[in-house]
């Protein structure tokens, strides 16, 4: 049974930081592209960061410089570090594992960023 479960997330102050990370089970980890996807409040889905099973790493424009997506494929984890936090940050954010037309979601974790 494929489980991709997520924590880390919760409030932060604008400017602060949350590291997210994904736990992943019954699939070949590190063979997998790895991604983090974030919904806000009556928006789309939209793809935050996904780093490939070799290592390379794409961003979106608006998190580039502030977010870092990693992978440890020892632990079946990729986590997602994010850093001067801002309001727009507010989302709920998923974990997506992908191989081929094999694709798997998390249940997402809340990250909501406000003073």
């Known amino acids: 049974q494929v489980q991709l479960v997520e924590s880390g997330g919760g409030l932060v102050q604008p400017g602060g930081s949350l590291r997210l990370s994904c736990a992943t089970s019954g699939i070949n980890f590190s063979g997998y592209t790895m991604g983090w996807y974030r919904q806000a409040p009556g928006k789309q889905r939209e793809l935050v960061a996904v780093?490939?099973?070799?290592?390379?790493?794409n961003y979106a424009d608006s998190v580039k410089g502030r977010f870092t997506i990693s992978r440890d494929n020892a632990k079946n984890t990729v986590y997602l570090q994010m850093n001067s936090l801002k309001p727009d940050d507010t989302a709920v954010y998923f974990c997506?594992?992908?191989?081929?037309?094999?694709?798997?979601w998390g249940q997402g974790t809340q990250v909501t960023v406000s003073s």
């Open positions: 780093i490939r099973s070799g290592g390379s790493t």
């Open positions: 997506k594992a992908e191989w081929g037309v094999l694709t798997y």
